[in-house]
C-alpha cells in the first residue's frame, strides 16, 4: 500500500516559522537592546580615598590571593561557592596587576570591578558582587 504524506503538518512549521521571524523583525529596538547587567555604572566607581599606600595596599592584595587559594583546596570544584571564589580570585588578580603596572588603588579597583561586568562574572550573584566590592575596598583603607 501507498502511503499518503499530507502537507498540512509541513505548512504549518512554515507559517509558524514566518510569523516568528516576523515578530523578530518587527519588535522594537528597545525590546531587544536590554542588558542583562542589573549593576548600576556607580557600582564600578570606587568611593574617594584615602586608600592605603600602593605597596601596602599591593601587600594585602597578595596576601587575599592567598587566602583564597588556600579556601579553594578545600572546596569540591564545579560547586557554586568554589565559583564564586575562583571569580573572586580573579578580580583580586586584576587588582594587583594594576597595582603592580603602577596604577594608583583607587583606578587599581574600579578597573577590577568592571571584571564584574564580563561574562566570567556573570555566575556571581549582583549581592555576591556588592559583597566583593565592598570587601576590596575595607581591605584598601587605610
Not at 505548512?11 to 522594537?28: D, N, Q, R, S, Y
Request: hydrophobic share 40%.
Amino acid at each position: 500500500m501507498k502511503r499518503l504524506v499530507s502537507p498540512v503538518p509541513q505548512i504549518k512549521l512554515t507559517l509558524v516559522g514566518l510569523l516568528l521571524a516576523g515578530l523578530c523583525w518587527l519588535m522594537p529596538s528597545q525590546v531587544r537592546a536590554q542588558s542583562s547587567s542589573t549593576v548600576s555604572v556607580s557600582f564600578y566607581q570606587a568611593p574617594a580615598g584615602p586608600y592605603a599606600a600602593p605597596a601596602v595596599a599591593q601587600s594585602r592584595v597578595e596576601s587575599q590571593i592567598l587566602l583564597i587559594k588556600s579556601q579553594l583546596q578545600n572546596l569540591v570544584h564545579g560547586s557554586q561557592e568554589f565559583n564564586n571564589l575562583t571569580v573572586k580570585q580573579q578580580f583580586y588578580t586584576i587588582i594587583e596587576d594594576q597595582l603592580s603596572a603602577g596604577k594608583p588603588v583607587k583606578e587599581a579597583i574600579e578597573i577590577g570591578l568592571k571584571f564584574f561586568g564580563t561574562d566570567a562574572a556573570s555566575i556571581l550573584t549582583k549581592g555576591k558582587k556588592e559583597e566583593y566590592r565592598q570587601e576590596a575596598i575595607t581591605l584598601l583603607k587605610p
